[in-house]
């Protein structure tokens, strides 16, 4: 029997490679969050980290002191500003995301109706071999029995007609016709 082939196997392609974009696109946006994300961690450590040094600063001008707490709130903002970029950013990582599970659902629908036709051609497969393999046990057996009758029937006795021209004593049936023996039977 031929090889199972989906019909839609062009398309399932065409999905797969579909989903491959959608995930690259939503890994992008991901990944530039998660960037503007590891960009605020670095900074609020950097704030911590400044606010600590603050008490250093006894002894320092007051200018010194002025660009110190204008370079944390410079980071406060940064982080502010990064912030509501992350909040923008999320409608279009929804999107994308949206777009992905869409994606993967199209893909999904195509892959379990491969898997049911995968079913029935295994089905019908089986069923077809079943019924070749059941036929020719049967062709096989139907020999066998032939064979056997063939073997079991008697062989055909073949009549023959005594002419008499045969010495033999009268009570020795061994060479007598099968008429002959019954002639003789009725007769007496």
Request: glycine share 4%; net charge positive; proline share 2%.
């Amino acid at each position: 029997m031929k090889r199972f082939q989906f019909s839609l196997e062009p398309v399932l392609n065409l999905r797969k490679k579909k989903e491959d974009e959608k995930l690259k696109a939503f890994s992008k946006v991901a990944g530039e969050i998660n960037q503007i994300r590891n960009s605020i961690l670095e900074n609020e450590k950097q704030i911590e980290h400044l606010t600590g040094e603050s008490h250093t600063l006894h002894g320092a001008s007051l200018r010194d002191y002025q660009l110190h707490q204008g370079y944390i709130r410079s980071l406060i903002t940064k982080n502010e500003n990064l912030e509501s970029d992350i909040e923008n950013r999320k409608s279009e990582l929804d999107s994308k995301r949206a777009d992905l599970i869409l994606a993967q659902k199209d893909r999904k629908i195509l892959e379990i109706l491969k898997e049911n036709q995968y079913k029935d051609y295994k089905r019908l497969y089986f069923k077809k071999e079943k019924f070749e393999l059941e036929e020719h046990y049967n062709q096989l057996k139907s020999i066998e029995r032939r064979e056997i009758n063939e073997s079991s029937e008697p062989t055909p006795r073949v009549f023959t007609y005594d002419t008499g021209s045969n010495p033999e004593a009268s009570n020795d049936d061994s060479g007598a016709s099968e008429i002959k023996k019954l002639y003789d039977r009725y007769k007496k």
